[in-house]
């Protein structure tokens, strides 16, 4: 008993070792990066008026960098490292110590992301960036999930469910918490990792099991604090029987979410019986300390309009649409430029 206690102990800080020297080498690599960055951008500026040569330098760089240490600085690589110091070499200097930039632009702010996660996040937009890498820190999402959100269309479509603003914020260490229940919806949800066919035709329980099969992918899709209840949850009274298709639970807004999937467009019945699921959570299943129920049903199209004159004001169900392929980006990105004007 003694021997696998002490294996135990000293298995668990060799983990732990491992990944600190992990996030070290990562952490190192990327600041040498930026310096790299930063070396080409001031050669750039000093030869300006010789762009020609600063290429054909760039070029023999890379040469004699592959051959004294690793293929990693190809031409494409050492552009990347010019673009990522270019990119965020403002955000590195202090305020108090803009006059000294030379000092201080890797010693402002820590790079906490891994190199493959920021040449994803090179290639945004200012806006955008921002909120992929600050949901990348506060998610720890792998580069694998990083590059799905952002094929998504995440950014687009938190804007879009009920005109979120406060996504486009420039300031990625400002983060918004949700206030109301509306703040952790999505629309459309995106679930192409069911990899369901959008040509053929499912039922109900066809797509509830594909997503108990993939909970944890659906539970990204959902976004952070949400926690897994129960699935075809029961609940009777008068002697009937009703069934919840899923239940989750949001730590942070404190309540119960119910899920509902139709397969069809939502019709006003659809409604009027989800408002009696939700009455029925918060008299009887939900305690004192906890907030409202929350409801979503996930269909394959809406009518905003009877949504709204179906429910009554400030009611906590909601529609949202789903898809089983990945959104494209271009249209949303159309319907974007009106909240951003």
């Known amino acids: ?53 600063g290429k054909e330098t760039l070029k023999n760089l890379s040469e004699e960098l592959i051959k004294e240490f690793w293929k990693g600085f190809s031409v494409d690589n050492l552009e990347n ?6 990119i965020y ?16 632009e890797t010693l402002s702010r820590k790079f906490e992301l891994s190199w493959s996660h920021y040449l994803i996040l090179i290639r945004l937009e200012e806006k955008e960036r921002n909120f992929y890498e600050k949901e990348t820190l506060l998610n720890n999402w792998s580069i694998r999930e990083l590059q799905r959100q952002f094929d998504s269309a995440l950014y687009e479509r938190i804007i879009l469910s009920t ?10 260490d400002t983060y918004h918490y ?5 703040d952790i919806l999505k629309d459309p949800y995106i679930l192409e990792f ?6 053929n035709k499912y039922s109900e329980n066809e797509i509830e099991q594909a997503i108990i099969d993939k909970l944890e992918h659906f539970l990204l899709e959902l976004g952070k604090w ?8 029961r609940f009777t009274f008068d002697e009937e029987h009703f069934f919840v298709d899923l239940v989750f639970y949001n730590r942070l807004l404190q309540c119960f979410v119910l899920i509902d999937l139709k397969i069809w467009k939502l019709k006003h019945q659809d409604l009027g019986q989800m408002q009696m699921y939700v009455n029925y959570y918060d008299r009887f299943v939900k305690t004192e300390h906890e907030n409202k129920t929350i409801w979503i049903i996930l269909c394959k199209d809406k009518k905003d309009t ?4 179906t429910l009554p004001e400030n009611s906590n169900i909601f529609a949202s649409k789903y898809a089983l392929y990945l959104p494209t980006k271009e249209e949303l990105k159309m319907e974007i430029e009106g909240i951003e004007s």
């Open 194 to 199: 069911l990899w369901l066919e959008e040509s």
């Open 226 to 233: 949400f926690t897994f209840v129960g699935r075809q949850q």
């Open 163 to 172: 005109d979120k603003k406060w996504v486009l914020t420039e300031n990625i």
């Open 178 to 182: 949700p206030e109301n229940p509306k």
């Open 89 to 104: 070499w403002k955000s590195q200097i202090p305020a108090d110590q803009s006059q000294d930039s030379s000092k201080s």
């Open 306 to 309: 009877l949504v709204e004159i």
């Open 81 to 86: 490292m010019r673009k990522f110091y270019f």
């Open 1 to 53: 008993m003694l021997d696998t206690i002490i294996y135990s102990s000293i298995k668990n800080l060799l983990l732990q070792a491992k990944s600190q020297i992990v996030k070290s080498v990562n952490s190192t690599m990327v600041y040498t990066y930026f310096e790299i960055g930063k070396i080409i951008v001031e050669h750039e500026q000093w030869w300006n008026t010789r762009a020609l040569y």
